[in-house]
């Protein structure tokens, strides 16, 4: 059992160039979860997927695309990206819906330049 | 809306010494409250929760109440090792259809010397 799995773990952007971070949970879970890590502003949320289909902004979304492909993954696209993007991502998938707790994968670090 | 407020760091503590480091909230409905940690070079792992008011959460030493009428989930351990050096986040979840989703605070991070 991994648990929640993000690919790759370190990745160098230039400015304007794409790509696509992938994660995969393997506990059935219904819930998954993209934030991005700064110094100074704890995890902020990007995305998230409620279930299976259904995919929702979150705090800052500007810049970034979700696909839910199915109930397992969740992968997160920079289309175009932008220094600002410079962050570590994180992915997390959460059971049902009466229960809160989000499980964390070990995160992505992206730096463009 | 729903805040997290914690309290800045860096925390530096000697081995052994007693351990806290505060967190408020503010959230609209009635959340339920969490302490995440993460060592160095890893993802956020749960630490404790509470979810409803003066119930205490505890795991590994460390202990967090929450307090309703302060709006507090301070954590607090009786004497912190080398290994417990690490960020730690406190986070509120309110519940809600879907998702409910987090909302942390910036992040304390804690160094215990030898």
């Known amino acids: 059992n991994a648990g929640v799995t993000q690919t790759p773990k370190f990745q160098v952007l230039k400015t304007g160039q794409s790509m696509t971070l992938q994660c995969a949970q393997d506990?059935?879970?219904?819930?998954m979860y993209w934030y991005r890590q700064d110094p100074g502003m704890g995890l902020r949320l990007i995305y998230y997927s409620a279930s299976e289909g259904t995919t929702d902004k979150g705090e800052v979304p500007n810049g970034y695309n979700v696909s839910r492909l199915n109930k397992r993954e969740f992968s997160l696209r920079l289309e175009s990206a932008a220094p600002s993007q410079t962050s570590v991502y994180f992915c997390a998938s959460k059971g049902l819906a009466g229960e809160n707790e989000q499980f964390f994968g070990p995160g992505t670090r992206l730096t463009v330049l | 809306g729903n805040s997290v407020t914690q309290m800045e760091g860096p925390v530096t503590l000697s081995e052994e010494a007693f351990l806290t480091i505060n967190c408020t909230y503010t959230a609209t409905g009635y959340p339920s409250l969490f302490w995440y940690v993460q060592y160095p070079g890893e993802g956020l792992q749960l630490l404790l929760k509470a979810t409803k008011a003066d119930d205490k959460g505890s795991n590994k030493g460390f202990e967090a109440t929450y307090r309703k009428e302060t709006t507090s989930f301070h954590l607090e351990k009786g004497s912190v090792q080398v290994s417990d050096s690490a960020v730690y986040f406190c986070?509120?979840?309110?519940?809600?259809?879907?998702?409910?989703?987090?909302?942390f605070g910036t992040g304390t991070r804690l160094t215990v010397i030898p």
């Open positions: 986070a509120l979840s309110e519940r809600q259809t879907g998702a409910n989703n987090l909302f």
């Open positions: 506990m059935n879970h219904n819930s």
